[in-house]
């Protein structure tokens, strides 16, 4: 097995789509990775065993509820982030809709138009939260949470999110390289499920140590 460097990765993506589809496409894969990385994080310390979540309130409650928390609202953001317009006040914004604009089939065009419009449906949710409560301070939200609530997210909802923007660069990644990226099956050997092992394993130490 060989492991290609990110520039023979970027190479061959500017190779199968051109250069300006290729590099946008490039540059908000590896974005996604790192989103799914985020995630992945998230779901192993607090979205998977009520005794790994006990396991850290022992150890250090306030800290991993405050990592809880930046992590949660570190996913909306870039959940946010991947499904903003394409310009901003004039200025270009690096996302999802940057990419049927350069799509010059008309036919995949209009499909990945269509994905991108779910995609940014479904990230409705956290553009609100990021809007008026991570990015912002919204004035009227913070005088009066309960008039002004904001809404739900559940981790079932951030799985749809996350799965709608698969959906559109897996789309483009079929149709010009005959490949589909698996981003939510990253392989973790040193995040927080390691974290988890370590902290169960010096609970059980320190517990035979105190034994009588």
């Not at 913070?142 to 897996?170: F, H, P, T």
Request: aromatic share 6%; hydrophobic share 40%.
């Amino acid at each position: 097995m060989t492991t290609r460097s990110m520039d023979e990765v970027l190479a061959d993506y500017i190779s199968a789509m051109g250069p300006e589809l290729g590099a946008s496409f490039f540059a908000l894969h590896r974005k996604l990775i790192e989103l799914h990385i985020l995630w992945q994080q998230y779901r192993q310390l607090f979205g998977s065993e009520p005794e790994t979540v006990h396991l850290l309130n022992r150890t250090s409650g306030l800290f991993f509820k405050i990592v809880q928390d930046e992590l949660w609202d570190s996913v909306l953001l870039g959940i946010s982030r991947m499904t903003d317009p394409p310009k901003t006040g004039g200025k270009k914004n690096l996302t999802l809709q940057s990419l049927p604009e350069l799509t010059v089939d008309s036919s995949l065009r209009l499909e990945i138009e269509a994905l991108c419009d779910k995609a940014r449906t479904e990230a409705s949710f956290a553009r609100e939260h990021r809007n008026k409560r991570i990015a912002h301070q919204d004035h009227d939200y913070l005088s009066d949470r309960a008039a002004n609530s904001l809404s739900g997210i559940s981790r079932e909802r951030v799985e749809a999110m996350l799965a709608a923007l698969r959906a559109v660069l897996n789309r483009l990644n079929l149709h010009f390289c005959d490949s589909t990226t698996m981003y939510e099956m990253f392989v973790d050997d040193s995040g927080a499920r390691l974290l988890v092992h370590k902290l169960k394993k010096l609970e059980r130490l320190g517990a035979a140590a105190s034994a009588p």
